[in-house]
């Protein structure tokens, strides 16, 4: 028989299936979606079988050297979806289908991740008299149990489960488990609120594909979520529910264990052994509900009936690495395979989202109301520009007053600021040098725990120096804010205050978000500092105090999504505030008090801020008016790059008349990783030439060596 196979290799030059014959030996295994290990050139190399019984080419075939699995890996429908990526992103056909697999199941020579065993023991001979109190007590438990973990029993005597193990009075068994346990514990189910009632039928009893859930934060959006989820579970179907933060995965895990008990969780910060134990419990239809970040989206569920993203308007939805996929694009694809509901929850939609949803494209549920019936928290913007002139930079003095009063009120309080480390960067008073990763165009971050300087792009770290490498002159300082100065100066104005920082510092080990989350909510901490990752979903009772550090960070960062995200992440911060009985302040210290989106989000005014935006981005002819692609030209040489850069613009002008093209120019972060980058925007409202425009250039130069093209066609980051 004769098989077509993708290889492992990414590379454009080989984005095509090869044929292999396949003996006798492993007909009965050889099926579409399963791996293969193949000879290609002088190397052995893995692959997937995308196609079987293809006919006997005319040229000399190789053999397949053997089949890796016994089960199928690649769906049709996850097949499908891959060929269907590779169209919209102009990824490589392979790509497509790693991004969807765990480390242990990517077609990649030379990764191994084993299966975890269990030894439990047995019982073999129950006649047999036992000699010493240890066998006796050990028999005794296996008479009991049937089947005992080995681990318990060598506890309490090594040498005695050794010897009646070697007279065959009882035997051992390797078990697989998995590597990860949810304790299923059914807890009280809260009636829904009519609001919530309202969307719950709305969602089931019409006939649309895509529904926008718009509910302020504290409307009860989970609860509407895991009301649809249990009737879906009902009629014998499956769901996803995609969350932006890890740090939400393992607080709406710990809610929904209270409901449902067939539930699986993927996301980046599990182990490689623990992601492939989840994804072969999906795969094997172990589980009914499956929870997780933006690759969950990919879960092999055969029969799902609804897919849930929460927080939809997250940028953290957008892959930014090849293939440059959407969150969105792709549950839209599973939905119409599956037949499924799609549900979009915010309290502060994206801008497409939500002219969508006016358009009718989307079907608008809204939640209108807490589900406390308390108001939304009452929100006070703090002129820094004042707070300067009293020599306050970082904590205005109604700040510091409020947290003091909030803390003898035996409360929590939230702070954010969208910055870690401890400064923005290391500059020289005398000369003006700034400490520079030598690999990026990108100043390094000031970590003063570690003593190191730090770039956020390649990892770069060096120590910090005493003379400034310039002028020699010990006049090196910290400019800008970052967390852990904020944390030390807390821990100066309110020393008596249990104080937790949370960030990409303090999360990057395993397990580290569940552990802070727990400890805040346990009330073993006063007062939480965070980055944006603490300004969605997270729901803590005791917090009736939020602090917003600087709401500046985001807002000049030169993007045209910047109000917007601004705004989304003032509304997000301040809906954790008063979630509970008590009522809710939010202090939100600012240079640019009157801001438009500074100015919305005091009044928790979602529809005047969509206003507002949709005129300014009608203007300016940006989304949802107007579609962005951007081609990335990238490479070791500067000069070749733009020179590339200037024949692709001239390329692009003639051939898409129905687009404006804008640039090349150097993008935002115009070098990383030694690597640099220039970019070409294209604006359009309707182009049909565009993606055979785009391919014909992939095509020509997917052989060159000096320069990459990278596509995205809904760029999030510029």
């Known amino acids: 028989m004769y098989i077509e196979v993708i290889i492992e290799i990414t590379n454009q030059n080989v984005d095509k299936t090869f044929t292999y014959f396949v003996n006798e030996e492993f007909l009965s295994l050889a099926q579409v979606g399963v791996r293969v290990e193949v000879p290609f050139q002088n190397r052995i190399l893995e692959g997937f079988i995308v196609q079987v019984n293809v006919e006997r080419p005319e040229y000399p075939v190789k053999e397949i050297i053997r089949i890796l699995?016994?089960?199928?890996?690649?769906?049709?429908?996850?097949?499908?979806?891959?060929?269907?990526?590779?169209?919209?992103?102009?990824?490589?056909?392979?790509?497509?289908?790693?991004?969807?697999?765990?480390?242990?199941?990517?077609?990649?020579?030379?990764?191994?991740?084993?299966?975890?065993?269990?030894?439990?023991?047995?019982?073999?001979?129950?006649?047999?008299?036992?000699?010493?109190?240890?066998?006796?007590?050990?028999?005794?438990?296996?008479?009991?149990?049937?089947?005992?973990?080995?681990?318990?029993?060598?506890?309490?005597?090594?040498?005695?489960?050794?010897?009646?193990?070697?007279?065959?009075?009882?035997?051992?068994?390797?078990?697989?488990?998995?590597?990860?346990?949810?304790?299923?514990?059914?807890?009280?189910?809260?009636?829904?609120?009519?609001?919530?009632?309202?969307?719950?039928?709305?969602?089931?009893?019409?006939?649309?594909?895509?529904?926008?859930?718009?509910?302020?934060?504290?409307?009860?959006k989970t609860e509407v979520y895991m009301q649809l989820i249990e009737d879906v579970l009902k009629t014998g179907r499956q769901a996803i529910l995609l969350v932006p933060e890890i740090s939400l995965t393992e607080q709406i895990t710990e809610r929904f264990t209270m409901r449902f008990s067939r539930i699986a969780v993927l996301h980046s910060r599990l182990s490689d052994g623990e992601k492939y134990d989840e994804y072969r419990r999906i795969a094997r239809g172990e589980v009914d509900v499956v929870i997780g970040a933006r690759s969950a989206c990919f879960a092999p569920l055969k029969n799902i009936g609804i897919i849930i993203l929460d927080e939809e308007h997250s940028s953290s939805f957008k892959q930014e690495n090849n293939p440059k996929y959407f969150t969105l694009d792709i549950v839209r694809k599973r939905g119409e395979y599956h037949q499924a509901k799609v549900v979009l929850g915010s309290a502060t939609p994206s801008l497409e989202s939500f002219a969508r949803a006016k358009k009718g494209v989307y079907h608008l549920v809204e939640l209108p109301y807490r589900v406390n019936q308390k108001p939304l928290p009452k929100v006070e913007i703090v002129d820094m520009n004042e707070e300067a002139k009293k020599g306050n930079f970082l904590f205005s003095n109604i700040l510091q007053e409020k947290i003091a009063f909030h803390l003898s009120q035996n409360k929590q309080i939230m702070l954010l600021l969208n910055r870690r480390g401890y400064s923005s960067f290391i500059t020289c008073k005398n000369c003006g040098y700034v400490a520079k990763c030598p690999n990026c165009d990108i100043s390094l971050t000031f970590h003063k725990a570690d003593g190191v300087l730090r770039c956020h792009y390649c990892g770069y770290i060096e120590r910090v120096l005493k003379c400034c490498p310039t002028c020699h002159e010990e006049s090196l300082s910290n400019m800008g804010t970052g967390t852990e100065k904020i944390e030390e100066k807390l821990v100066h104005l309110f020393p008596s205050a249990r104080i937790l920082r949370m960030d990409l510092d303090t999360t990057s080990k395993k397990g580290a978000h569940e552990k802070i989350i727990k400890a805040f909510k346990n009330h073993e901490y006063d007062i939480l500092l965070g980055t944006q990752m603490i300004a969605k979903g997270l729901d803590f009772p005791l917090v009736t105090l939020v602090g917003v550090i600087s709401a500046d960070t985001s807002l000049?960062?030169?993007?045209?999504?910047?109000?917007?995200?601004?705004?989304?992440?003032?509304?997000?911060?301040?809906?954790?505030?008063?979630?509970?009985?008590?009522?809710?302040?939010?202090?939100?210290?600012?240079?640019?008090?009157?801001?438009?989106?500074?100015?919305?989000?005091?009044h928790h005014d979602y529809l005047g801020f969509f206003e507002k935006e949709m005129e300014i981005r009608r203007k300016l002819g940006y989304p949802p008016f107007y579609f962005l692609t951007t081609l990335r030209i990238q490479g070791k040489d500067f000069l070749k790059c733009q020179e590339e850069a200037s024949k692709i613009g001239k390329f692009l002008t003639k051939q898409l008349t129905s687009s404006l093209i804008l640039g090349p120019s150097s993008a935002s972060v115009s070098k990383v990783n030694h690597i640099y980058r220039v970019q070409i925007i294209i604006k359009y409202k309707r182009e049909e030439k565009l993606y055979p425009a785009l391919t014909y250039l992939r095509n020509h130069y997917k052989a060159n060596t000096q320069v990459k093209l990278e596509f995205d066609f809904f760029p999030y980051h510029f």
Request: charged share 30%.
């Open 69 to 220: 699995d016994e089960e199928v890996i690649l769906t049709d429908e996850l097949l499908a979806l891959a060929s269907y990526m590779r169209k919209v992103t102009l990824s490589s056909y392979i790509s497509c289908c790693q991004t969807m697999l765990p480390k242990a199941l990517k077609a990649k020579s030379g990764v191994n991740v084993g299966r975890k065993y269990k030894k439990f023991i047995l019982l073999v001979d129950d006649t047999y008299l036992p000699r010493g109190e240890k066998q006796i007590e050990i028999l005794e438990m296996l008479k009991e149990t049937p089947s005992i973990e080995k681990q318990v029993l060598t506890r309490i005597s090594a040498s005695s489960v050794k010897t009646l193990l070697e007279k065959g009075i009882i035997s051992e068994i390797s078990e697989e488990v998995y590597r990860k346990e949810y304790g299923f514990t059914k807890a009280k189910k809260y009636p829904l609120t009519e609001s919530q009632k309202q969307a719950v039928f709305e969602i089931e009893h019409t006939e649309d594909n895509i529904y926008l859930l718009h509910g302020v934060t504290g409307s009860g």
């Open 556 to 602: 000049h960062i030169p993007d045209f999504r910047s109000s917007e995200e601004t705004f989304q992440l003032l509304m997000q911060v301040a809906g954790r505030s008063g979630r509970s009985d008590s009522e809710g302040e939010v202090y939100i210290q600012t240079f640019n008090p009157d801001h438009y989106a500074i100015d919305y989000a005091k």
